[in-house]
């Protein structure tokens, strides 16, 4: 029966939060789309959709499917899991999804809160920053689906809900656990329905973390999550898993890395890729057709499969995703890309290909989605915020393989040279 019971809005959001929890010693399995039979043994089960940006009302009936599962196996607890950039439009799915769970649970309130100072996300009077720069002048602003223009998560929350949004400041979070249980009791008492709380170190998440112990429901990014396996601990329910929680079968077998992801970081990525690795770098707007880009990496990864992994990337700086864009439409041309990096996971895990890095979440989904994988155990860190995962044997895109690894990279996540890092070159 597992404990926390997770839904993800994207997969390399579901791995995020997965690693969050193992490191906490809990085990966990990242389940693919809405569960329909028996939930796997787990701590912590983390159902990954590809809602982020689907249509609000999509988003919410998979989201209340998934937490109908995870309550009818026995969870105690719910997460729900957006990015620490808060991606999301002016319709939601952040809000509109938060609504519902708040309905279905009964709960009234619930906190909200994306920091992963870690990673250089941090909220201060409410203001979301990355790094030392403002979230909508972070290069978040540019992103492809997702453009984030406001920094102010109380009033990007307000926008997408239906119920009211109030600020709990960095003054009130840095008294600690017991001002911050009143505070947030007092906010659900008076018919507030989120707090956006002010979070600037992994000392205050774990405060917050604390302090919603017995909240029915919880919303953020992985950072909040971070206090959570305490308070199972606490109560008795969760054993000392110890590095046990992280275990996966060993790595071996031919290596690739593919991505969608046009954010800053996975941009540096491919830029080291270049020097270090054999690097494709398809140029989709040149041919926007996916058989013909297929084709074209296919050929080009003829000869160079091995231990050392092969990278192909479709990503593209911002003028060159708004000139696709401008040409397809925004959701057309973004289809294309992952229909594309799908096409060319499924075969290349026919080709052998057993450790693959995938960069983007909505990307990771397609792929992940192609492949046919139904359920992720989580592993062991590359870097923070992502972790190598496993799925056990099965057939994959029509062929058959002995047991993938896949790493599910976060857009912005990962040092420079994450994708030769991966897979210790
Ligand atoms: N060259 C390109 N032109 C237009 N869109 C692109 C291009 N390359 C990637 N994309 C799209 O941009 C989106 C990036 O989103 P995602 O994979 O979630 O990355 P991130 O993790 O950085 O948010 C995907 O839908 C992807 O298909
Ligand atoms: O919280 C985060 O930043 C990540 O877990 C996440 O959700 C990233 O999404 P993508 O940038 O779309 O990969």
Redesign the pocket.
Known sequence: MPLLGCIAD?F?GATDLANTLVKGGMTAVQVIGVPTGPLPEADAIIVALKS??SPAREAVAESLAACEALLAAGAKQIFFKY?STF?STEAGNIGPVADALVQRLGCGFAIANPAFPTNGRTVFQGHLFVGDKLLNESGMEN????PMKDANLVRVLGRQTGGTVKLIPFAVVEQGVTILRHTMTGLKESGWRYAIVDAVTDAHLLAIGEAVADHALVTGGSGVAMGLPANFRAKGLLPDRGEAAAALPPMAGPAAVLA????RA?MGQIGYARDHAHTLE?D??ATPDAAALQAEALAWAEGKLGDAPIVIA???PPE??AA??RKLGREA??????DT?AGIAAALVARGVTRLVV????????VVSRLGVTALRIGPEIDPGVPWTYAESGSAGGAEHPGLHLAL????FGARDFFLKAFGV
Do not use: F, I, W, Y
């Open positions: 994207d390399t982020r940006t990015c991606d992103h492809p689906l997702t969608g992801s046009c954010s996975t398809l989709v707007l479709a990503s593209a060159k995703v696709l864009q041309a973004g289809a294309l890309v992952e990096l960069a983007g979440g909505e990307t990771s989904g397609a990279k976060s857009g912005n």
